[in-house]
């Protein structure tokens, strides 16, 4: 509860930050709309009027909030509210970013258990170096490099248009699955890392030993008693990991062109669209935070020994 | 110089001192929501264009491009379908202006008038519909993914055997941001065309990529594409400011290295040396015979100026650049370094290049945009800062408005080319206000099936006419 109530300050304090960052950066929305207008002075400053932005930073960014709160937000750029973008461009981001999650929690279990079952054996070194791989190799180059090798041996590549789960399931999943799977291999990486330090940690300890020296099968020590108590680390990185794969699916939307919010931030970055990158920025930090909360919630279910206030004692953290 | 031809209006003529021109409108065009385009339409777009609307207080200025076509006096609406200008002022050259593609008429008049009367002064295309007159129509806007156009079925135009114009359903703009995922996107067949814009035409290594993986299903289009350029800003205090530095920097530069280096390997910096076909009016092309003489030659008298100005030491300058454009940017830092002159470069995104060039915080700055293909549309590329602050060199030359005055009072061709060639030595040699290195040229990848394409030549980077395309197998 106090961790859910912490979130409005924080977003706020996010909000503000930005907004005073974006102050900082030269240009403004009037200058984007008149870049292709040989135009005057005296017409920039009647569009900058006309927009609000000749007024005093603080003043703006109070009628953002009030906009906001009112539901009457707009691009300075396109008047388009600003709700309605966001209702569109955030499904497709949180599309991308569950499926790369499920990819990524597949890739990692196996990746993360079975190295820490064989350590130090051709399995071990086998993963670690796929793991190395994933982590250390940049979205970008990977989108490209994986659409270059769809071109080279199948002469295809994914849909260029992006279509709704409900418009066209099969030509969804054609386009869906290349870019998640891109964010999956940095995070399923990342989540096996995690998840074969902590189960190789917890095969090491004293009840595990007990375990096996009460005849208890060596999978039903695995699964049963090791992997449970290895799952605090993983499911944390989940959380904490997740404002990383949001950053990757900005690149990833921008190649495979898919029109979600990563795509929109950078393009109302570019126009200097204030109040748009403001509440897609705000919304991306209230996820970032409603994840986590789901992440503490989900402790209370893999360890019964903690409660709802111990990580605010920094109990288990 | 643009190719007029009949269109919207069916015919038009102008007054012996060519201070009104009047306009025949065709009968059986039509609005995309079906209401017929008629001389009201075209008076009321006349009228905006040139008068704006409102009152003080909640006015509609002009548009941008006014002041471009003549000094307005009037819009007159006839009967018989037609409409009426008239300048203050004899406007020769009203039609080659009219007809640049930037000037769309996307206005209905029965569906923009009522909001204007309702106080939405500032009404746009897009809160009406973007309801036009041409041969496709808006069929679904997916913002950041598609922009797919319709077939207007009751389009005017017919072809030579009488059939109706277009051919094609339609046409669908997918929004690609990255051009190596458009690339791949044409190869593997999901794609008919490529797109225009900097960073999305080809380059010459792309283009020998597709060259050798697709043969012959693949033909391309080379496009005019501006000429790449430095430009000064002499109201900002520095050594650039001294006319013989600016000219001992035009005459350093080597200017055909700058094709492969700054231009993707498609430019060309003289006619004789060019492609047979580059669709620039060669008549208002001369720049690239102003320094011939061999490179070591124009390099010696380069150092010869720079050193009798006082900068044989060397000196550090700014140059403002857009992310986009760090190629050209880099190849002049190499260039001048052998001036001894150090570039700053200041690489920025497009907000801060939309504020900084029409701005007077840089040194200098490049680009390639391509300005009006007829002299008397260019004075917003060379004119005053004061009055075109989006001029690429910034000066306050009063003797620039002169010429460009003298243009304005030509009659003849010879006139004006006499004219243009006044300028051009003016603004690139004796004040050399902004140096031209190199004519760039797109290049942009058509499938072997994509037939009847139009490009106008003269600025194909923003109109293509796909009403005549049709699509072989």
């Not at chain 1, 009647?46 to 005093?56: K, M």
């Not at chain 1, 041996?153 to 418009?167: M, N």
């Not at chain 1, 279910?301 to 409660?307: F, H, S």
């Amino acid at each position: 509860m106090v961790r859910a109530a912490l979130t409005i300050p924080t977003t706020l304090v996010v909000s503000l930050l930005l907004f005073l960052i974006l102050q900082v950066l030269p240009g403004n929305a009037a200058l984007s709309i008149l870049s292709d207008t040989p135009h005057t002075i005296a017409m920039r400053e009647a569009l900058e009027a006309e927009l609000g932005l000749d007024r005093a930073w603080p003043v703006q960014y109070v009628r953002w909030i009030s906009d906001l709160l009112r539901g009457s937000s707009e691009s300075l750029i396109t008047g388009e509210p600003i709700d309605s973008i966001i209702a569109r461009q955030l499904p497709v981001t949180l599309l991308l970013t569950l499926y790369a999650t499920l990819i990524a929690v597949a890739i990692a279990i196996p990746v993360g258990i079975i190295p820490a079952i064989h350590r130090s054996r051709m399995p071990d070194f086998v993963a670690r170096a796929l793991t190395l791989f994933g982590r250390s190799t940049p979205a970008h180059w990977l989108s490209l490099l994986m659409l270059l090798a769809l071109l080279k041996v199948f002469r295809w590549s994914p849909p260029i248009i992006y279509t709704g789960f409900f418009e066209g399931f099969f030509d969804h999943i054609a386009l869906m699955i290349w870019p998640a799977l891109v964010l999956a291999i940095e995070y399923g990486s990342y989540l096996s890392v995690l998840l074969r330090a902590s189960l190789a940690a917890t095969l090491d300890h004293r009840f595990v030993t007990a375990a096996r020296a009460r005849g208890v099968p060596e999978s039903r020590v695995i699964y049963r008693y090791a992997i449970r108590n290895s799952l605090l680390p993983p499911v944390t990185g989940l959380g904490l990991h997740f404002g990383t794969l949001l950053g990757s699916a900005l690149v990833v939307e921008t190649i495979f062109g898919l029109p979600g919010i990563g795509l929109g931030i950078v393009d109302a970055a570019l126009a200097r669209d204030v109040p748009v990158i403001l509440t897609q920025a705000t919304t991306l930090a209230l996820l970032y935070q409603g994840l986590n909360i789901v992440v503490d919630l989900l402790y209370l279910v893999i360890d019964k020994r903690i409660t709802p206030t111990s990580r605010l004692r920094g109990e288990h953290s | 110089m643009y190719f007029v031809c009949p269109y919207l209006a069916s015919s038009w003529f102008a007054n012996q001192s060519f201070t009104e021109w009047t306009f025949t409108i065709r009968d059986g065009v039509y609005w995309h929501d079906s209401s017929p385009f008629t001389a009201e339409d075209a008076a009321f777009w006349f009228e905006l264009v040139f008068f704006g609307a409102g009152e003080d207080g909640n006015r509609r200025a002009p548009a941008y491009f006014a002041h471009e076509l003549g000094r307005i006096d009037s819009v007159a609406l006839l009967e018989f379908n037609r409409v009426r200008v008239k300048f203050k002022d004899r406007n020769p050259h009203f039609l080659d202006i009219l007809a640049n593609p930037r000037f769309k008429i996307a206005h209905p008049k029965h569906l923009m008038e009522p909001e204007i009367e309702r106080g939405n002064i500032s009404v746009s295309p897009m809160e009406v519909g973007l309801i036009g007159v041409g041969p496709f129509e808006l069929g679904r806007y997916r913002p950041g993914s598609l922009i797919r156009l319709t077939r207007n079925d009751s389009h005017w135009e017919r072809d030579a055997e009488g059939l109706r114009l277009p051919y094609l359903d339609g046409v669908d703009f997918v929004i690609m941001r990255d051009s190596y995922a458009m690339d791949i996107a044409f190869r593997s067949g999901r794609l008919d065309a490529t797109a225009r814009g900097q960073g999305h035409y080809l380059t010459a290594e792309r283009f020998e990529a597709y060259r050798v993986d697709m043969g012959e299903e693949v033909q391309f289009a080379r496009i005019e594409g501006g000429t790449f350029r430095l430009a000064f800003n002499v109201l900002r205090e520095g050594p650039w400011q001294d006319p013989n530095v600016r000219r001992a920097i035009a005459l350093w530069i080597d200017k055909q290295s700058a094709i492969p280096v700054a231009l993707g390997g498609f430019g060309w910096t003289a006619p004789d040396l060019g492609p047979a076909d580059i669709p620039v009016p060669r008549h208002f092309v001369n720049w690239p015979k102003f320094d011939i003489a061999p490179l070591a030659e124009r390099r010696e008298e380069a150092r010869r100026l720079i050193e009798n100005a006082g900068y044989g030491e060397g000196f550090s300058m700014g140059h403002l650049t857009r992310a986009l454009n760090t190629a050209p940017a880099e190849y002049l830092k190499s260039q001048l370094l052998g001036l001894g002159i150090e570039l700053k470069l200041q690489i920025v995104d497009e907000g801060e290049w939309n504020r900084g060039r029409v701005s007077l915080d840089y040194d200098t700055q490049q680009g390639r945009l391509t300005p009006s293909p007829i002299p008397e549309g260019t004075e917003s590329a060379y004119g005053r800062f004061s009055e075109n602050p989006d001029a690429y060199a910034k000066h306050e030359d009063r003797n620039v408005d002169i010429l460009y005055r003298r243009l304005d009072q030509a009659t003849t061709l010879a006139q004006r080319v006499a004219i243009w060639r006044d300028i051009e030595r003016y603004l690139f040699v004796e004040l050399t206000y902004s140096i031209p290195i190199a004519e760039s040229i797109n290049v942009v990848a058509y499938r072997r099936g994509v037939r009847g394409l139009v490009i106008p030549t003269e600025d194909a980077h923003t109109h293509t006419d796909f009403a005549t395309v049709w699509i072989d197998g």
